[in-house]
């Protein structure tokens, strides 16, 4: 039987989504200038243990609490947990633009002061009443493609690299979902100092591609 895709979704997923993702580099950037990221293995293990240390036990669970109803205390304790002015700028510049898209999509706009990207995409995929397991699939591919896609500017590596790292990190987001869903309340919370160490430096980087 085969398995019915909302293409709304890949919309939301695509890296065309008018929001500037491919302006940041979530910190990779700073990884790259310090020495920490140097070639296609490095990256793919930065990039593994920020989506296992950070995204899935902070963005990601909180992003399907969203699905469930976006609220301003799930977006303030989003924006709250950003460890940085580059990374917590980030969220709120691609929510912002997100959501100034969404009535042109159907779907009404977050009144809030400041939108954090997760609570954007989590009314639009709410409203279009996409399953939040597929919700989460689809921001945890779009966020690996994203970091994919700064590595082979930043370090620079090759497209096969690229490829190859998207076959490998791919697989893994099945189990990270897994994990996503179990992360209680009382265990929210971002592990990832060398990303927030790295990050602050970035903002006074001397030469850089990418706003964080």
């Not at 009443?129 to 989460?136: D, F, Q, R, S």
């Given at each position: 039987?085969?398995?019915s895709?909302?293409?709304?979704?890949l919309?939301?997923?695509?890296?065309?989504?008018?929001v500037?993702a491919y302006?940041?580099?979530?910190?990779?950037?700073?990884?790259v200038?310090?020495?920490?990221v140097?070639?296609?293995?490095?990256?793919?293990?930065?990039?593994?243990?920020?989506?296992?240390?950070?995204?899935a036990?902070?963005?990601?669970p909180i992003l399907?609490?969203?699905m469930?109803?976006?609220?301003?205390?799930?977006?303030?304790?989003?924006?709250?947990?950003?460890?940085?002015?580059?990374?917590r700028?980030?969220?709120?510049?691609?929510?912002?633009?997100l959501?100034?898209?969404?009535?042109e999509?159907?779907?009404?706009?977050l009144e809030?002061?400041?939108?954090?990207?997760?609570?954007?995409?989590a009314?639009?995929?709410?409203?279009w009443?996409?399953?939040?397991?597929?919700?989460?699939i689809?921001y945890?591919?779009?966020?690996?493609?994203?970091?994919?896609?700064a590595?082979?500017?930043?370090v620079?590596l090759?497209?096969?690299?690229g490829?190859?790292?998207?076959?490998?990190?791919g697989?893994?987001i099945?189990e990270?979902?897994?994990?996503?869903?179990?992360?209680?309340?009382?265990?929210?919370?971002?592990f990832?100092?060398?990303?927030?160490v790295?990050?602050?430096?970035h903002?006074?980087q001397?030469?850089r591609?990418?706003?964080s």
């Open positions: 039987m085969a398995t895709i909302d293409p709304r979704l919309q939301l997923a695509s890296p065309v989504l008018p500037g302006s940041y580099s979530g910190g990779l950037e700073a990884a200038e310090a020495g920490v140097v070639d296609a293995a490095t990256a793919q293990q930065w990039i593994s243990d920020v989506l296992e240390y950070s995204v036990r902070m963005e990601a399907l609490r969203m469930k109803g976006v609220s301003e205390d799930l977006n303030q304790t989003f924006l709250a947990s950003r460890e940085t002015a580059e990374l700028a980030e969220t709120v510049q691609m929510g912002f633009s959501n100034k898209l969404l009535p999509l159907g779907v009404a706009r809030m002061e400041e939108v954090s990207f997760p609570a954007a995409f009314q639009a995929a709410a409203s009443k996409i399953e939040p397991k597929a919700a989460l689809a945890l591919w779009s966020w690996v493609e994203n970091q994919v896609m590595a082979i500017k930043a620079p090759g497209q096969t690299d490829q190859r790292m998207l076959l490998h990190l697989a893994r099945e990270t979902v897994g994990q996503v869903e179990m992360v209680r309340d009382e265990d929210l919370g971002n990832a100092p060398g990303l927030a790295l990050s602050s430096r903002e006074t001397y030469s591609l990418f706003r």
